[in-house]
């Protein structure tokens, strides 16, 4: 069974930093063809769930969105079997629920039906 558990969120003023961090286990399987994902999301009131970003685990190759490229941060940590989204320069924009997903796939994806394995999610508030 994968778990995920998120920590790291807060209240932050605009400009400043936080880093997230999500505690996986359960990771089984996985071939030449098929790895493990991990990836960010989150949700502001009102609004749908949105991808941040992510990591392949087996290359550590990493996804942005955009909206958060030159801004965020993702990293893994194989021994502690954790991943890292560290924000700087964050904007009120950015204030959301944040969750942690997986995925065991060929592709990256960025629509959150194609996850399957979701953490409880951390509060990000940015404010003036």
């Known amino acids: 069974e994968v778990q995920l558990v998120e920590s790291g969120g807060g209240s932050v003023q605009i400009g400043g930093s936080l880093r997230l961090s999500c505690a996986a286990s359960g990771f089984t399987g996985g071939s030449r063809f098929m790895v493990w994902f991990m990836g960010w999301f989150r949700q502001a009131p009102g609004k749908e769930r949105e991808g941040v970003g992510g990591?392949?685990?087996?290359?550590?190759?990493?996804y942005y969105a955009d909206s958060v490229k030159g801004r965020f941060t993702i990293s893994q940590d194989n021994a502690k079997n954790t991943m890292y989204l560290q924000m700087s320069n964050l904007k009120t924009e950015d204030t959301g629920m944040y969750y942690c997903?997986?995925?065991?796939?060929?592709?990256?994806?960025?629509?959150?039906?194609?996850?399957?394995?979701w953490g409880q999610g951390t509060q990000v508030t940015v404010s003036a």
């Open positions: 997903a997986a995925r065991l796939g060929s592709v990256y994806r960025w629509q959150p039906e194609f996850w399957d394995y």
């Open positions: 990591v392949a685990l087996d290359s550590s190759r990493t």
